[in-house]
């Protein structure tokens, strides 16, 4: 066998050290331990919220303007995932048209999904409004989407309020049904997207919605149902 060529193991070399450079970076949040439950209120009351990072790295992926605050923030204890969200907004649209979380969807609200790898199939997501109404989807990717699947009973707590500054949602996750799902291995991390659709009446009257997210996706269209959407969640003692 003949001795494999130096020269080509440089240009080799150059060439995985160029493709690692040129790979994006997963957007982390930390997500730090606590040794209690969260009180559940809709208020983001409970003094251990203060422990928690505070995420404000939202955006308009689809627009140049700059996006209302939105503030995320998350803890996890044994059994459990926590978390906050604080929207400010000062003019809160919710449909009520009596069809419970379906409404959710026109409505302002907050969104986390949940993947397990890029094959998102399956990936489940929660729309969240400022009522503490949820949909709960199961879905496979590209858009294939059960509107009538419901997480785990008992697994999911869910609470919301308002104020004239805007609204929280507020909620707690159960490992077990992470687990259950597949999207949580007991390896710390989880593949999440955390979204906001924002509901504003433009000058002629006309409700549009202004999507907002923590990571930009890969798509030049509003879309959120794709790989490249999702963070990183990373659980640390």
């Known amino acids: 066998m003949k001795p494999t060529n130096p020269f080509f193991l440089a240009i080799l070399g150059t060439i995985f050290i160029s493709m690692a450079c040129n790979t994006p970076t997963l957007k982390t949040y930390t997500v730090k331990k606590i040794d209690r439950s969260i009180e559940i209120t809709g208020k983001g009351t409970d003094p251990y919220w203060d422990k928690a990072d505070n995420l404000?790295?939202?955006?308009?992926?689809?627009?140049?303007?700059?996006a209302p605050q939105t503030s995320f923030r998350a803890l996890w204890s044994d059994t459990h995932?926590?978390?906050?969200?604080?929207?400010?907004?000062?003019?809160?649209?919710?449909?009520?048209?009596?069809?419970?979380?379906?409404?959710?969807?026109e409505s302002d609200r907050v969104e986390i999904f949940f993947k397990a790898d890029d094959k998102m199939d399956p990936y489940y997501a929660l729309e969240m409004d400022a009522l503490g109404r949820v949909l709960d989807t199961e879905g496979r990717f590209h858009r294939n989407i059960d509107y009538d699947w419901n997480w785990p009973k008992g697994q999911l707590v869910l609470e919301a309020t308002?104020?004239?500054?805007?609204?929280?949602?507020?909620?707690?996750?159960?490992?077990?049904?992470?687990?259950?799902?597949?999207m949580y291995k007991d390896d710390q991390l989880l593949?999440?997207?955390?979204?906001?659709?924002?509901?504003?009446?433009?000058?002629?009257?006309?409700?549009?919605?202004?999507?907002?997210?923590?990571?930009?996706?890969?798509s030049e269209t509003p879309d959120f149902h794709i790989p490249s959407s999702f963070g990183l969640l990373k659980l640390v003692e």
Do not use: C, H
Not at 56 to 66: A, I
Not at 191 to 214: F, M, P, Q
């Open 56 to 66: 404000l790295d939202f955006s308009y992926p689809w627009r140049e303007e700059t």
């Open 81 to 105: 995932l926590y978390f906050l969200y604080r929207a400010t907004d000062p003019d809160i649209i919710l449909k009520e048209r009596g069809m419970g979380e379906r409404d959710a969807v």
């Open 162 to 182: 308002r104020d004239e500054e805007g609204y929280f949602v507020e909620g707690s996750i159960s490992f077990a049904s992470l687990r259950q799902l597949g």
């Open 191 to 218: 593949k999440a997207g955390l979204y906001r659709g924002e509901y504003v009446t433009d000058d002629n009257g006309d409700i549009v919605t202004k999507w907002i997210s923590w990571v930009m996706p890969d």
